[in-house]
Every structure is written in structure tokens, then in C-alpha cells.
């Protein structure tokens, strides 16, 4: 599954707004820091279907702030790796066709 880093530079707004913004975003992974006391960085590693939805959803925010700016990165690699899906199993049934179980 390719993935994208998402770098986003912002206003300081309270850990409660920001918890609140990325509850409903698919990621694999967030981090976040403070850049100057009026700015923060956030960072998500998310799987690069999702990244233009993240990325719509704080523009739509911060668009108008100054110091607002977003960074897309191709990954790659990650450590530890992502542990694999499990795979299909296939039966075959008396009749010889085979059955498919999700």
C-alpha cells in the first residue's frame, strides 16, 4: 500500500481542536510538535488515497492563516513494517467448485 507524509504547519490551536480534526481521518500514524510558541506541526503518515481528503480538510481550516503551509512526501520505506492482511482462504466443496470466505 503506498503511503504519503503529510508535513502541515499551523496556528497553536488546543490539543482538544486538534484531537477533534484528525478523529476521523485515516492514518497510519501522527505526530506532533510545536514549531515557535504561535505554531505547531503536525505530521501523518496515511495511505496516499486519503491524503488529498487531509489535506482538503485543513486547507479548509487554516487556509487563511498565516504561517499555514502543507508538505507531501512519497514513503518509501517504514520500521517496523506494516504487519500483512490476511490472505483469502479458498475450499473446495464435493462438488468441486471452490468456495471463497471472507
Not at 72 to 83: D, G, H, Q
Request: hydrophobic share 35%; glycine share 2%; proline share 10%.
Amino acid at each position: 500500500m503506498p503511503q504519503r507524509l503529510i508535513q502541515i504547519t499551523f496556528p497553536v490551536v488546543p490539543p482538544d481542536d486538534i484531537a477533534r480534526m484528525t478523529k476521523d481521518i485515516q492514518m497510519v500514524n501522527m505526530w506532533q510538535d510545536q514549531l515557535q510558541p504561535n505554531q505547531n506541526i503536525l505530521q501523518i503518515l496515511a495511505p496516499a488515497e486519503d491524503c488529498e481528503n487531509i489535506m482538503d480538510h485543513f486547507q479548509q481550516r487554516f487556509g487563511n492563516s498565516p504561517g499555514f503551509n502543507i508538505l507531501l512526501m512519497s514513503v518509501e520505506a517504514v520500521l517496523p513494517r506494516p504487519k500483512a492482511e490476511p490472505k483469502q482462504e479458498k475450499e473446495t466443496d464435493v462438488s468441486g467448485k471452490k468456495k471463497i470466505y471472507k
